[in-house]
């Protein structure tokens, strides 16, 4: 049963269309979306790698570190289905009607592109963010918390047995009902789905209806506030996404490979930094033998944040969350203000590259840092970076 939803600005549900079948699907969403860039939301395999196998990197790892298991989206799995639907069918048939989109969102809205988000770990996310286990002191047992934690099973799929549809649907309300204070999901049109149902088709369509609007939700939360959500995998090898405060990020995240770790065999660094940044160096001439420095100055401070977990800020234990990546080859110093909005109040702080293999940058000095931060706390900061300080290898 395919549902599919139209969301406004506030998130509200505007539209609501049912398409029997995928060219179905994919004229509702060009008669939902007009001529206009649109994002859908999509809770199949948009990026599938080439290679046979029957589960993706990105499955595993939701598995893995959430505990939530997704239907295998490898190649082998879906050409074992009745109808295997995945992102690359529904690519050529929107290009086909005139819909050309991207694999991933784009968050500026000038392009239309797909977007991966299940809805089952979408709801253990908002579940567990308003659970007072949510709360507790950071530790493994934090972690261990969050792997166990599960929401009440009320679809099909995940109920072994018989058990009658009004079972189900008391599990059901009891969900609707604890994310009802959730912001920019709108979950009424799934209540009232609900409370009209009268069979198990009703029930369905209503279930239906409630994983589009976790969908749409998560989506426009991903492209409003980014900082609240996390991009799990990576663009070409398959991802999801999902609601995330700090800690599920963390958890998701941690020990990942920074991106734009390579160096640059195209264009030189001044050309990377220009489109994103103001550019000077900060040498009168340039010295035979020596680097030169580059001075970058943000229009829009690329947002990131750390685990406070040593007295550096390690790059494996950073994260970016919006505006524009910062490339990492020759950075040797950062200026950056603490927390993910600007307040009256802001001081900004010092780091500077360590000697270490590892990147890493120490505070500097560590006392401006200790006064705003407590010593290995553990938890997480966002933090905005005004400045960077880079050393060019390039005549």
């Known amino acids: 049963m395919r549902t599919v939803v139209r969301v406004g600005p506030d998130g509200g549900i505007e539209d609501v269309a049912r398409p029997g079948s995928i060219p179905e699907l994919i004229a509702e969403v060009g008669r939902l979306a007009g001529d206009e860039p649109f994002l859908l939301g999509l809770d199949v395999p948009v990026v599938v790698p080439a290679k046979n196998a029957k589960s993706r990197q990105v499955d595993n790892l939701v598995r893995r570190r959430l505990g939530v298991k997704l239907e295998p989206g490898g190649r082998t799995a879906l050409a074992a289905l009745a109808e295997p639907v995945s992102g690359e069918s529904l690519l050529a048939g929107l290009a086909a009607a005139g819909h050309a989109c991207l694999s991933y969102p784009e968050r500026d809205r000038r392009t239309s592109g797909l977007a991966e988000i299940h809805p089952g770990p979408v709801l253990k996310a908002l579940l567990w963010q308003g659970s007072a286990l949510a709360s507790g002191s950071d530790g493994p047992g934090l972690a261990e918390a969050l792997h166990a934690y599960g929401a009440p099973a009320f679809r099909r799929n995940e109920i072994r047995g018989k058990p009658s549809w009004r079972d189900r649907a008391s599990t059901f309300d009891l969900v609707v009902r604890a994310l009802a204070d959730v912001a920019r999901f709108d979950l009424g049109p799934a209540r009232d789905a609900l409370s009209a149902a009268g069979g198990e088709t009703d029930l369905d369509r209503a279930i239906s209806l409630f994983d589009a609007a976790l969908i749409a939700g998560t989506l426009l939360r991903y492209v409003d506030a980014p900082e ?24 998701v995240l941690r020990d990942g490979a920074p991106e734009g770790t390579a160096l640059f065999p195209a264009k030189s660094l001044r050309e990377t930094l220009s489109p994103i940044a103001r550019v000077r160096s900060l040498d009168l001439l340039p010295v035979g033998g020596r680097p030169q420095r580059l001075d970058a100055t943000f229009d829009t401070p690329p947002l990131y944040e750390f685990d406070n977990v040593d007295e550096m800020l390690w790059w494996k234990h950073c994260r970016h969350l919006s505006g524009p990546a910062l490339p990492i080859d020759g950075l040797q110093e950062l200026h950056v203000r603490l927390g993910d909005r600007p307040r009256p109040d802001d001081r900004a702080l010092r780091l500077t590259r360590s000697r270490h293999r590892t990147l890493s940058f120490r505070f500097d000095p560590p006392d401006s840092w200790r006064a705003q931060l407590p010593t290995r706390d553990g938890k997480v900061y966002p933090f905005r970076v005004l400045r960077a300080v880079y050393e060019s290898r390039e005549s």
């Open 228 to 251: 609240s959500c996390v991009f799990v995998g990576q663009r070409e090898h398959g991802y999801t996404i999902l609601p995330a405060d700090g800690f599920i990020r963390q958890q």
